[in-house]
């Protein structure tokens, strides 16, 4: 009988249960074009589910599943949370609010209650800063943690025990294919979030709370025909949001929004309307009804 020939020998780490789910180095380019690729394939998804284009979104989901599915594009985003590529998006929202959240716990002990939208790890800054009391949410859960559930189908609060201080929609909306979801998408959030003005007996957490924390690539802001940072403030304001803080990098785009009270006044309805015009301009915008 004739001998199996043995291939080259293997190292010891082949041989050991693998302990730790080790993401595979892709590009910043190659991750930029996949989460790209990813969008937009999601916004043709939603475009021939509309049409009744059942054989158009077979292909598509042919192609969707072809670029690693869902877990390749979460794949793709967590490369871009390391630290030499910006880092994990909480690390801005915990500086933003770190003095007032030390000084609450000295005084009350009360962890604040947090939602985050669109989780991929429970290892951010948020989550290891113990500040928050945090519900993990996300459309395919990477583990335990994180529930696997559709921020758009959570069922509505019955009551205050069900809502939160704070949300995170960080790099999410700018998933959803199309403006009208997006925008149902922030009106959604105000249905989550506390009350305003309950934080009487911690005055320092009135500036900064109920809120949502809203993190986007920055050319959605930045150099879109349809948004920038005049129209997502009228936006977000006639929702009854007042802009706490933000900053903007190269890659992306932080807010802080306190929930405040829906002005009668507020403008609206916010339709895509052209604001900017150019060759180079992208399309993101979001629609208000
Ligand atoms: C680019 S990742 C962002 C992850 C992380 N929040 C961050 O800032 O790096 C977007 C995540 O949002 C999730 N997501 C998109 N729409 C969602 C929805 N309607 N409900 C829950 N999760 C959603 C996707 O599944 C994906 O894991």
């Given at each position: 009988m004739a001998l199996k020939k043995k291939g080259p020998p293997k190292s010891l780490a082949a041989g050991r249960p693998p302990v730790l789910h080790r993401v595979k180095s892709i590009s910043r380019s190659a991750t930029k074009a996949l989460i790209n690729k990813h969008h937009l394939l999601q916004k043709k998804k939603r475009q021939a589910i509309a049409k009744g284009d059942g054989a158009g979104e077979a292909a598509i989901n042919v192609e969707i599943e072809a670029l690693g599915g869902i877990e390749g594009y979460q794949e793709a985003s967590l490369q871009g949370q390391r630290h030499d590529r910006g880092?994990?998006?909480s690390r801005v929202l915990m500086q933003w609010l770190e003095p007032c959240l030390s000084s609450q716990e000295a005084d009350s002990g009360r962890r604040l209650r947090m939602l985050e939208v669109?989780?991929?790890?429970?290892?951010?800054a948020c989550s290891k800063s113990n500040h928050f009391e945090i519900e993990r949410i996300d459309l395919?859960?990477?583990?335990?943690?994180?529930?696997?559930?559709d921020f758009m189908e959570r069922p509505l609060?019955?009551?205050?025990?069900?809502?939160?201080d704070i949300i995170s929609l960080s790099l999410?909306?700018?998933?959803?294919?199309?403006p009208q979801g997006r925008g149902e998408m922030l009106r959604r959030t105000t249905q989550f979030l506390l009350a305003p003005g309950r934080y009487i007996g911690a005055p320092q957490l009135t500036a900064s709370f109920p809120s949502l924390f809203l993190v986007l690539p920055a050319p959605c802001v930045t150099n879109s025909r349809y948004l920038d940072e005049e129209r997502l403030v009228a936006i977000m304001e006639s929702l009854g949001y007042v802009k706490v803080a933000s900053k903007t990098t190269q890659r992306l785009v932080y807010y802080l929004w306190k929930r405040g009270r829906v002005c009668k006044?507020?403008?609206?309805?916010?339709?895509?309307?052209?604001?900017r015009a150019g060759?180079?301009?992208?399309n993101f915008a979001v629609v208000l009804s």
């Open positions: 880092g994990d998006s669109g989780a991929l790890s429970t290892q951010n395919n859960s990477q583990g335990e943690g994180i529930l696997q559930q609060p019955k009551d205050e025990s069900e809502q939160f999410v909306l700018n998933y959803v294919p199309e006044r507020a403008g609206g309805p916010f339709q895509k309307k052209e604001i060759p180079t301009r992208n």
